[in-house]
DNA sequence: ATCGAATGTTAGGTTTCCTTACATGAAGTT
DNA sequence: AACTTCATGTAAGGAAACCTAACATTCGAT
């Protein structure tokens, strides 16, 4: 598994999303009728975002804040991920780089502190999982 | 917020956790009852798991394949988690690392492939946000 | 004043998760 | 062989979280 199957793999919740992007429900689903995001679905016919679906989320909400309507930003998050792609292909594969992830990830904790619920500051989750 | 945090964060329901560790949820709930895992709960009660939970998951079921009793398995896990704690005092602050993963995280994907249930091989998610 | 875009709200139904309790299979004991 | 114990399966009843669909509201633009 790679950077990038691990980046699209459905894991989260609407619920959770909720929380990751200070969203409504109703709101992420309205975005994903107008074709902004597409979580994949449960068996049970749930939605499941990914963490590209999540950083797609925080983008839009973000130009959402800049004064953006629906039509502005799909145009937009088009765009950037089209540039996505692109570097993609220009880029090496990343099985060294997850080597180098995984040193630089040497370093734990044990108990958590209790968060319960973190809301996640904006762009925060973006800028860690995400590449704009 | 940093990896830490990140990585003890309660993001994935049993649900998604029963896929990713390919263990049932009479299981985990069970080592869970034992003082195995020490998931989150949502204000519903349901619980929420974190990155650093699927990775002790992921390392009792190796255990356990290698023909460990939970008993065992509890020194174990406690052990390398005070040993993760150890680890983690003596590494610096991780901010400098967060900033060569961003660096290292520059490539992308666009569209999930349709990859509705990925059964994680073991121990890869753990290989990737925790460190034994 | 009207319209459309974005979001809120509500209702009814389905899925997922919860706990509790009892059942079962495998291993070890007596 | 009968008994225990451990780890897991399974079933029941209920609660939480999610679903879609429909109607309401707000607000900026015409």
New binding site residues.
């Given amino acids: 598994m790679n950077d990038k199957e691990r980046r699209s793999m459905p894991l989260f ?4 999303v ?1 929380k990751l992007t200070e969203l ?4 992420i ?3 994903e009728e ?1 074709g902004l995001v597409f979580p994949e679905r ?6 499941l975002f990914s963490f590209n679906d999540v950083d797609r989320l925080l983008e839009i909400k973000d130009l ?1 804040d800049k004064g953006l ?3 502005g930003i799909k145009l937009m998050v088009e765009e950037s991920s089209k540039k996505e792609k692109e570097k993609n292909v220009k880029s090496k594969d990343n099985d060294l780089s997850l080597k180098e992830l995984r040193k630089i990830l040497r370093n734990e904790l044990k108990h958590p502190d209790r968060l319960g619920q973190v809301n996640l500051r904006q762009g925060e989750l973006s800028r860690f999982f995400s590449n704009r």
Avoid: F, V, W
């Avoid at 409504?24 to 709101?27: K, L, V």
């Avoid at 449960?42 to 939605?47: A, D, F, H, L, S």
């Fill in positions: 919740s609407i619920g959770i909720m409504t429900a109703r709101q689903r309205y975005y107008h449960t068996k049970g016919n749930q939605r959402l309507n629906l039509a």
